[in-house]
Structure formats: structure tokens, C-alpha cells
């Protein structure tokens, strides 16, 4: 079935940079999208970014400051997160899905990493 590994989540101050990375095993997953959601505390997850080939797809409020890519050959998702501000502090999910469609909603994803913490301090 697969599974995916979140690492690289931490503590940052505003305006700061981190990097998620997203390892999967047990399967390939380089066919499938791939992207990022988030979760808030007292909020629904939300669709942050996913990519499949080329093609890349970003939710508005971090367009121009996140960057998502993928390696193919090490089975892994990466999302570079620039200009950190402290509305993006959320536990962020790795998420697997058949395509770019199905990958905007928590409904269409077909694999979800354990999540991992993001604060962002003003």
C-alpha cells in the first residue's frame, strides 16, 4: 500500500524558510500526484500544493512564497516554504493521489503521511 514520511517541520520565526520533505516506501508512488495539505487547530485541512510531471498547483495564500518538486528516482515531495508567516502554523500533511483533481480535496487523496508540526512565531 505504501507509505509516506514527513521530516523537516519545525519551529520559525516570521519571515523565515523550512523545507518538508515527503519519503515514500513501499511502493512507487511517481505515477500518482503528489502534494500538501494543512491543518489549523480548530480548522478543516486545506489543500496547500501538489504537483504531478511538470504540472503544479498551488493554493492562493502561498503562491509566490512556497515551492513544491519532486524527485522521481528518490521516491520524494518536497515543499520549500519561504516568507514564513504565522497564519501558515499548522501539522502538514504528505498526500498521495491518482491526479491533480482528486489531490484539491481530503476526499480524493489516497494516501496521507502522519503529519508534521509547523509554528511560525511573529
Known amino acids: 500500500q505504501g507509505q509516506l514520511v514527513e521530516a523537516g517541520g519545525g519551529s520559525m520565526q516570521a519571515g523565515g524558510s523550512l523545507r518538508l520533505s515527503c519519503a515514500a516506501s513501499g511502493r512507487s508512488f511517481s505515477n500518482y500526484a503528489m502534494g500538501w495539505f494543512r491543518q489549523a487547530p480548530g480548522k478543516e485541512r486545506e489543500f496547500v500544493a501538489a504537483i504531478r510531471s511538470s504540472i503544479t498547483k498551488y493554493t492562493d495564500s502561498v503562491k509566490g512564497r512556497f515551492t513544491i518538486s519532486r524527485d522521481n528516482a528518490m521516491n520524494t515531495v518536497y515543499l520549500q516554504m519561504n516568507n514564513l508567516k504565522p497564519e501558515d502554523t499548522a501539522v502538514y500533511y504528505c498526500?498521495?493521489?491518482?491526479?491533480?483533481?482528486?489531490?484539491?480535496?481530503?476526499?480524493?487523496?489516497?494516501?496521507w503521511g502522519q503529519g508534521i508540526q509547523v509554528t511560525v512565531s511573529s
Open positions: 498526500a498521495a493521489a491518482e491526479n491533480l483533481e482528486r489531490l484539491h480535496l481530503p476526499l480524493g487523496v489516497a494516501s
